[in-house]
């Protein structure tokens, strides 16, 4: 069975950052794409950033680009989102995804198969 698990949600300060984890079961993040996505109160859900598995490459759901970042720890078998500069806006769940094929062109929910079960952040004073 697979299993995606985040961890690393909470409550974070305006202006402050965050550093969440995925721990994948029954699956190899190396032989993935992955990516991260919330859902936001009240909206759909959406994607933050995604790394594919073939070249490396990044791509953005929503404009984060510069305060956002995606890694994997291919011993550990876990993915890494970093997202600095955080505003009440970025309060959401928080998802960690995976697919299997090489490359995908946009970091949109509908082409990512294996999910977790999501992490609440909340940006507040």
């Known amino acids: 069975q697979v299993q995606l698990v985040e961890s690393g949600g909470g409550l974070v300060q305006p202006g402050g950052s965050l550093r969440l984890s995925c721990t994948a079961t029954?699956?190899?993040?190396?032989?993935?794409?992955i990516g991260w996505f919330r859902r936001v109160p009240g909206k759909e859900r959406e994607g933050v950033i995604c790394?594919?598995?073939?070249?490396?490459?990044?791509t953005y759901g929503i404009s984060v680009k510069g305060r956002v970042t995606i890694s994997r720890d291919n011993t550990k078998n876990a993915m890494y989102l970093e997202m600095s500069s955080l505003n009440p806006d970025d309060t959401a769940v928080y998802y960690c995804a995976a697919d299997p094929a090489p490359f995908i062109s946009h970091c949109v929910p509908l082409l990512y198969d294996s999910w977790g079960q999501g992490t609440q952040v909340t940006v507040s004073s």
């Open positions: 790394l594919n598995k073939s070249d490396g490459s990044t």
């Open positions: 029954g699956l190899n993040l190396n032989e993935h794409s």
